[in-house]
């Protein structure tokens, strides 16, 4: 079927859904809804980061003016926040997931103690300041070395230690590749604490139904019907009577939906007063209480021959948890093992990555998770192993890509490794992909004009990073199209964060359809619209919910050629008429519901490249990125309009992640980001016009060929911009100092390296 004179609506850059609303301040996000006589809470927070809860005395706050309840955890029944899929499971971390207010110890700063409920928002703000805490001091664990050092304080005494789980992977003989080897690097490499930062904070609005005695959670976002089962599970209440809907969503980035304590406590709240209950976060409250992210530490080291072929690499990672295991679960120390052998020809590899607990705000997912980190550590070492053996970092990369002729590729991992899922790339061209982003950023050139910038005095370095990105993830979606007079509607569960999924699935649809996209509606606002859905997340909603969606079309059009006798492709439907080729027809609404889902038991890798250029100004430390170039195999791109957008919003996050952001904290728990004159974002003055190579090589593992694309601009820009710095530098064989690479860091980097005696 085509669409007469028109081109299919796969692959065109279609305008953005919504943009209307968004752009006159029309949208309507959490803060904005109100229903009939809501109250407000307002969450007391600890502010001591480790201490055993002595008591909460909570009258003076219920005397004051406007207060209709005030809670702790004695008010509630005893449950966690459970963890929202199997494989992200653990018995270690099951024991160590959060309650919603905290029972008896308090383990991080911003941790809800109790909650206040009054009129006004404001009484609810002034009345929290009357609850008094009383909380015994403990020594708390502030950093990963911290809570591994002998005899370290507890955050759990009863679970007996401040590791989690432990991930093992092995292939290859690893002794052998080191003995073989010329050269082996090694290095330390940490990756700071720091968090995505939407403009729009968390807020929630929980409407209770006396009749039913079920409630709607206004202002879910990302996973939805995990929301509603958690919910239903803590609150013991059957997921039925539960309607979780979301609005617009100003930014999510991974951080935003997540079932989070204050998800619970408004729905808790809302049913036992009877009354609508609305939670707004500030942006204080958001530095503490949301999901941070990121901080590892890796002891990495490399082996390779003297004319640079890969031989293996060790790996030790610890990666901080912060206070609890949250609804990811294992996911900190689960991702980076199964993105450290990158797009590489290893013959051996071992690594062991391990979660810990600190005394810190509990780590979540934020955009390109584990992944991000791993290629930092990978692709830092692999440059100071290029500067060894005298090799250009590219030249490095070009001798060791897996080839196309390999792909599919698959590390068998040894039968004592950890069952994780298969390191596998379906497809792909990991060399041409790496030669495309060098031609087409200038590669010779900027190092013809790096020569003439460093004659001048200037310190300008280029860095490359390329890396894979694991991606949508199942296990599947379902998609139901239903039909009105001249509308189909596609109804999934997954959301809208920003990345435009309503209006590609409208162009999924309208393409298989053969309609104009003003044809097809997208609903994914409200979980009694589709039974089941798993969100979205790890770059999957157009992968999983695109090809059910796709899958439903089909079987819209089969449900018409039924009904009228005739082939698929003899179809053709205009003004809300079904017409085929042998003259009958039939009214689009008569058609439907038609139902499909899409099931993806393993996830699935693509193959991305990152190119940055800086200037180091040398007197100041200030790092200035000059150019940026990100590149990504999308399989094959439904809306290349959009999906540059996302890499280029994805690589300035991790322009931020690398020169930036960081969330800090002193020795004893406090944090010292909690506003943006503390938490540094970069503005449009700190970057480069990002330049976005798309390139489609698809995959045989869905109909539509598709791969995910929403965080891979994120994953090597951090590793790019470091390389860069140090090539600036002139100290390839070296160590940088810690992300973010800072003014301040960068200055006291130079000093040290100056005091050092010259070889």
Same mark, same amino acid.
């Given at each position: 079927m085509t669409l007469d004179g028109k081109p299919r609506m796969i692959g065109q850059s279609v305008e953005r859904r919504g943009n209307h609303a968004l752009l006159t301040g029309a949208a309507t996000y959490a803060a904005d809804l109100h229903c009939e006589g809501e109250v407000y809470a307002r969450v007391v927070r600890s502010q001591t980061a480790h201490g055993t809860i002595v008591g909460i005395d909570t009258s003076e706050a219920l005397e004051a003016p406007g207060v209709l309840a005030v809670i702790t955890a004695d008010d509630l029944p005893d449950v966690k926040i459970p963890i929202r899929l199997?494989?992200?499971?653990?018995?270690? $971390?099951?024991?160590? &997931?959060?309650?919603?207010?905290?029972?008896?110890?308090?383990?991080?700063?911003?941790?809800?103690?109790?909650?206040?409920? =009054?009129?006004?928002?404001?009484?609810?703000?002034?009345? =929290?300041?009357?609850?008094?805490?009383?909380?015994?001091?403990?020594?708390?664990?502030?950093?990963?070395?911290?809570?591994?050092?002998?005899?370290?304080?507890?955050?759990?005494? !009863?679970?007996?230690?401040?590791?989690?789980?432990? %991930? @093992?992977?092995?292939?290859?003989?690893?002794?052998?590749?080191?003995?073989?080897?010329?050269?082996?690097?090694?290095?330390?490499?940490r990756v700071h604490r720091s968090t995505a930062i939407p403009l729009e904070t968390r807020g929630l609005v929980a409407e209770p139904h006396a009749e039913s005695g079920g409630?709607? &959670?206004?202002?879910?976002?990302?996973?939805?019907? *995990?929301?509603?089962?958690?919910?239903?599970?803590?609150? #013991? +209440?059957?997921?039925?009577? &539960?309607?979780?809907?979301?609005?617009n969503v100003g930014g999510g980035f991974g951080v935003r939906g997540e079932p989070y304590p204050e998800d619970f406590l408004v729905a808790f709240l809302a049913l036992r007063l009877g009354r609508p209950v609305k939670w707004v976060e500030d942006r204080a409250e958001h530095f503490v209480a949301t999901n941070h992210a990121r901080e590892q530490e890796h002891e990495l080291e490399i082996a390779a021959t003297s004319d640079g072929h890969l031989l293996a690499f060790r790996d030790r990672g610890h990666c901080d948890h912060g206070a609890y295991v949250r609804s990811q679960g294992i996911l900190p120390e689960l991702l980076p093992p199964l993105h450290l052998p990158g797009p590489y020809q290893w013959e051996a590899f071992e690594l062991e990555s391990t979660g810990v607990l600190t005394n810190r705000t509990p780590v979540g997912t934020y955009r390109g998770p584990g992944m991000t980190e791993a290629t930092y550590a990978r692709e830092r070492l692999l440059d100071r192993l290029a500067a060894e053996v005298d090799l250009d970092p590219a030249e490095l990369?070009?001798?060791?890509? +897996?080839?196309? !002729?390999?792909?599919?590729?698959?590390?068998?991992?040894?039968?004592?490794?950890?069952?994780?899922?298969? %390191?596998? /790339?379906?497809?792909?061209? *990991?060399?041409?992909?790496?030669?495309?982003?060098?031609?087409?950023?200038?590669?010779?050139?900027?190092?013809?004009?790096?020569?003439?910038?460093?004659?001048?005095?200037?310190?300008?370095? +280029?860095?490359?990073?390329? /890396?894979?990105?694991? #991606? @949508?993830? #199942?296990? *599947?979606?379902?998609?139901? %199209?239903?039909?009105?007079?001249?509308?189909?509607?596609?109804?999934?569960?997954? @959301?809208?964060?920003?990345?435009?999924?309503?209006?590609?699935?409208?162009? %999924?649809? $309208?393409?298989?359809?053969?309609?104009? +996209?003003?044809?097809?509606?997208?609903d994914f606002h409200d979980t009694d619209a589709v039974p089941m859905g798993f969100g979205a997340f790890a770059s999957r909603s157009t992968v999983l919910a695109g090809n059910a969606t796709a899958l439903a079309a089909q079987k819209l059009l089969e449900q018409a050629g039924e009904e009228l006798g005739a082939a698929v492709d003899a179809l053709r439907i205009q003004g809300g008429t079904v017409t085929a080729a042998n003259g009958r027809s039939i009214p689009l609404g008569k058609l439907g519901p038609a139902k499909a889902r899409f099931d993806k038991p393993v996830p699935s890798y693509s193959f991305g490249a990152a190119l940055s250029m800086v200037s180091v100004d040398r007197e100041t430390g200030r790092v200035k990125v000059l150019k940026h170039v990100v590149l990504h195999d999308v399989g094959r791109a439904v809306n290349p309009a959009l999906l540059r957008g996302q890499l280029a919003g994805a690589a300035s996050q991790g322009i931020g992640g690398a020169l930036f952001e960081e969330l800090m904290f002193d020795e004893q728990g406090q944090p010292l980001s909690t506003s943006f004159a503390d938490y540094l974002l970069p503005t449009a003055g700190e970057l480069p016009e990002i330049e976005v190579i798309v390139v489609e090589e698809p995959v045989d593992s869905n109909p539509l060929g598709v791969k995910g694309g929403g965080e891979s601009g994120m994953v090597g820009t951090p590793a790019a911009i470091a390389n860069a710095v140090a090539d600036a530098l002139g100290v390839g064989t070296s160590a940088l100092p810690d992300t973010p690479l800072t003014p301040d860091r960068i200055r006291a980097f130079l000093r040290e390296v100056e005091a050092k005696p010259s070889a």
């Open positions: 199997p494989l992200f499971e653990s018995p270690e $971390a099951n024991q160590l &997931l959060q309650p919603p207010l905290a029972r008896g110890t308090v383990r991080y700063v911003g941790e809800p103690v109790a909650v206040v409920v =009054a009129e006004d928002p404001y009484l609810a703000e002034d009345a =929290a300041e009357l609850v008094d805490v009383d909380i015994d001091d403990l020594d708390p664990v502030v950093t990963v070395e911290d809570a591994l050092a002998e005899g370290a304080p507890l955050l759990d005494p !009863e679970y007996g230690r401040n590791t989690v789980s432990t %991930i @093992s992977l092995r292939y290859g003989d690893v002794a052998e590749a080191f003995d073989q080897a010329d050269v082996v690097v090694r290095e330390r490499i409630l709607t &959670l206004w202002g879910a976002a990302k996973v939805k019907h *995990f929301t509603r089962q958690a919910l239903g599970q803590m609150l #013991g +209440i059957d997921v039925s009577r &539960l309607r979780m809907v979301e609005v990369r070009r001798r060791n890509m +897996i080839p196309a !002729e390999s792909l599919p590729f698959h590390f068998q991992l040894s039968e004592d490794s950890t069952p994780v899922a298969p %390191i596998k /790339y379906e497809s792909g061209d *990991f060399p041409g992909g790496l030669e495309l982003l060098l031609e087409q950023a200038g590669y010779e050139e900027l190092r013809d004009e790096q020569v003439r910038r460093h004659a001048d005095g200037e310190a300008v370095g +280029i860095g490359l990073a390329t /890396y894979v990105e694991v #991606g @949508s993830i #199942g296990p *599947f979606e379902d998609a139901v %199209i239903t039909t009105s007079a001249d509308t189909a509607t596609v109804h999934v569960g997954v @959301s809208s964060l920003g990345q435009g999924v309503e209006t590609v699935l409208a162009q %999924i649809a $309208a393409d298989v359809l053969a309609v104009p +996209i003003d044809a097809v509606a997208v």
